[in-house]
């Protein structure tokens, strides 16, 4: 079973960034847990601050693989463009956040990336991106 997470701009900075919010574990102590718990899964992970990059990303699993873990960060919120990537793949997408976005400012209650997704995530830290995982074994 071949499963992506996919992390969204400026990710790559947690442990450092707005730790009151998103913890001070980096992303990369946490999925060295993950990888050694579920090592019979086919776990891989990209990050980028870019979003085309995310979207080549999209096209390149979305044919094959059997799930894809996607916290879009920002982009979650604005961009059409990922949405239309998600609407056109056939890999079923689950959207994840580390914070409860809904108890945040406004313009985080919008995603373009849900109506398109299998289902949403968020709020329970990192757990939400394990919970997404057993949810797709
Ligand atoms: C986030 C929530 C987004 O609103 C924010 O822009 C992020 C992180 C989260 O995981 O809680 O970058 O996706």
Do not use: W
């Amino acid at each position: 079973m071949k499963i992506l997470i996919l992390n969204g701009p400026n990710l790559n900075l947690l442990g450092k960034r707005e730790p009151s919010i998103y913890g001070n574990v980096t992303f990369n102590e946490f999925l060295e847990s993950l990888t050694k718990k579920y090592a019979d899964v086919g776990l891989e992970y990209f990050q980028s601050n870019v979003e085309g990059e995310l979207i080549n990303k999209l096209h390149e699993v979305g044919f094959s693989y059997q799930g894809i873990i996607f916290n879009a960060g920002a982009y979650t919120h604005t961009s059409v463009a990922i949405g239309d990537a998600i609407k056109g793949i056939e890999t079923p997408v689950i959207e994840v956040h580390i914070s409860n976005v809904y108890a945040r400012e406004k313009f985080r209650h919008q995603s373009y990336i849900a109506p398109n997704a299998k289902g949403v995530i968020a709020g329970f830290g990192l757990q939400s991106y394990e919970l997404a995982l057993e949810s797709f074994l």
